[in-house]
């Protein structure tokens, strides 16, 4: 059987199409403006690229920022429930979940694939991949460039603000005072780090952790978690898509618990 999970998220969709419990197709795409057309085309994409056709699907599951923006999607799952079961997946000894994505960032405690708790931080950018895009915008370079700038650096510098708007201010000001663009961006990166680690360990992360999301494509990133937390990170291969699969995975959920899938 034939099952697809889409993620409908602020910056980016993701699609898994898995048979039965093997992956056979994923992509990610930006969003754009319109959350429904960006998950058609991805669909379309996917569905197309493993030589599958819609009327083979069994069902669509959607999660994300957007996935109520999803018509064709059959059932809809929470965010938070999608990445812990699509983690459980990839590692089944995981306690815990850091997902830090363009929009939110959030920390799940989970048991066997299933939440225990979670924090979560949408109010504002601190602490997302939003706030590294317009650090790297402050410093006129990439984000892929911001990352491989922090690895260099053996003196940080300190970033007091972890609002987008001032950390940006603040920055132009360290520029100004003749700080080096690798000591910037490994303090930007810190504070992030610093953010996260705090709502970590508040939830009682000590070890078997994935870390996941967009930004966990960042090496620099997970270098500085893993110096605030103490202890190394899983970072799946694709970390953008474990919502997704997550959500794909649903269909198998259901049946293992005698669900109507």
Not at 49 to 57: F, Q, S, T
Not at 142 to 147: N, V, Y
């Amino acid at each position: 059987m034939i099952s697809v999970g889409i993620d409908a998220g602020a910056a980016t969709t993701k699609a898994v199409i898995m048979k039965d419990t093997t992956v056979i197709g994923w992509k990610v795409c930006p969003t754009g403006f319109d959350f429904s057309k960006a998950a058609r085309d991805l669909y379309e994409e996917v569905l197309a690229r493993a030589g599958i056709a819609e009327g083979d699907v069994g069902k669509v599951y959607a999660t994300g920022y957007g996935k109520n923006a999803i018509p064709f999607a059959g059932r809809t799952l929470s965010e938070i429930t999608a990445h812990a079961r699509g983690v459980f997946f990839l590692y089944p000894e995981v306690a815990g979940v850091i997902d830090i994505g363009g929009q939110d960032s959030k920390v799940i405690t989970v048991d066997q694939g299933r939440v225990q708790d979670f924090l979560m931080n949408d109010k504002c950018a601190a602490g997302t991949g939003k706030f590294l895009e317009y650090s790297a915008k402050a410093l006129e370079v990439s984000i892929e460039e911001l990352a491989e700038l922090a690895l260099t650096s053996d003196d940080p510098a300190k970033i007091s603000s972890m609002c987008t708007v001032f950390a940006e201010s603040e920055v132009i000001s360290l520029r100004a005072k003749g700080y080096a663009k690798k000591d910037i961006a490994a303090g930007l990166v810190g504070s992030i780090a610093q953010r996260i680690a705090v709502m970590a360990k508040r939830m009682g992360f000590k070890k078997n952790v994935a870390f996941v999301g967009g930004v966990a494509k960042n090496r620099a990133m997970k270098e500085a978690l893993e110096a605030e937390l103490g202890f190394t990170l899983f970072v799946p291969e694709e970390p953008q898509i474990t919502g997704a699969l997550g959500a794909a995975l649903q269909r198998e959920r259901k049946i293992i618990t005698g669900q109507k899938p």
